[in-house]
């Protein structure tokens, strides 16, 4: 049983380069989720999805997008890369009923 | 006044030691609190889950919840250096829902040493 596998692991951009970072689960939970996790500022919300096919904005959203077309996947999308994206990268998911959630191995993004 | 307070440490402490890890929180609604571990270079996993007031205990790890201070606790008795990670802490005020409902404390630091 995977869990939540994300890739790639490490990747090193240049500013305004794009990528997509990729997500998936093999637990058919519902619910699904992308963190960033810098310094000082603990584990913020980018964007998450309740379903295949919906998807919404959490905390930190800009310069990012998501989309949900299977419920096993969930790509992250940075579309023009800023050292500020630099940061690690957590994809998470859960069932909805209750509230654990299990997290992947986490992305390692630098933009310089 | 953050939802979640959290002190980010670091806690060092002897193997051995009882460690007492600590959340406070604004939010008279929350009713679900979790405790994660994570370890350097790792995601995050649930250690604890508990729902409203009261003690869970699992093993060596306890998990307090004083509904009327607003303050949850983790307790590690007989801590040893496989303990050494970041603790987080998370609360929700659903009973249903993913990490949107989901408010997560910075993280606590700690290192066993042998």
């Known amino acids: 049983n995977a869990g939540v596998t994300q890739t790639p692991k490490f990747q090193v951009l240049k500013t305004g380069q794009s990528m997509t970072l990729q997500c998936a689960q093999d637990m058919n939970h519902e619910y699904m989720s992308w963190y960033r996790q810098d310094p000082g500022m603990g584990l913020r919300l980018i964007h998450y999805?309740?379903?295949?096919?919906?998807?919404d904005q959490g905390e930190v959203p800009n310069g990012y997008n998501v989309s949900r077309s299977t419920t096993e996947d969930f790509p992250l999308r940075l579309l023009s890369a800023a050292p500020s994206q630099t940061s690690v990268y957590f994809c998470?998911?859960?069932?909805?009923?209750?509230?654990?959630?299990?997290f992947g191995e986490g992305s390692w993004l630098t933009v310089v | 006044q953050k939802e979640v307070e959290q002190d980010p440490g670091p806690l060092s402490v002897p193997e051995g030691a009882i460690v007492s890890l600590n959340c406070t929180y604004s939010?008279?609604?929350?009713?679900?609190f979790m405790w994660y571990r994570q370890y350097s270079r790792k995601g995050p996993e649930l250690l604890m889950y508990t729902y409203s007031s009261g003690n869970k205990e699992d093993g060596r790890f306890t998990a307090q919840v004083d509904k009327s201070s607003k303050y949850i606790s983790l307790f590690i008795r007989d801590s040893q250096p496989s303990d050494s990670a970041t603790y987080l802490c998370a609360m929700s005020a659903a009973s249903q829902g993913g990490s949107e409902k989901l408010v997560f404390g910075k993280g606590t630091k700690l290192t066993v040493n042998p």
């Open positions: 998470a998911s859960s069932y909805t009923q209750g509230n654990t959630i299990y």
């Open positions: 999805s309740v379903g295949a096919g919906i998807t």
């Open positions: 939010n008279s609604a929350f009713q679900y």
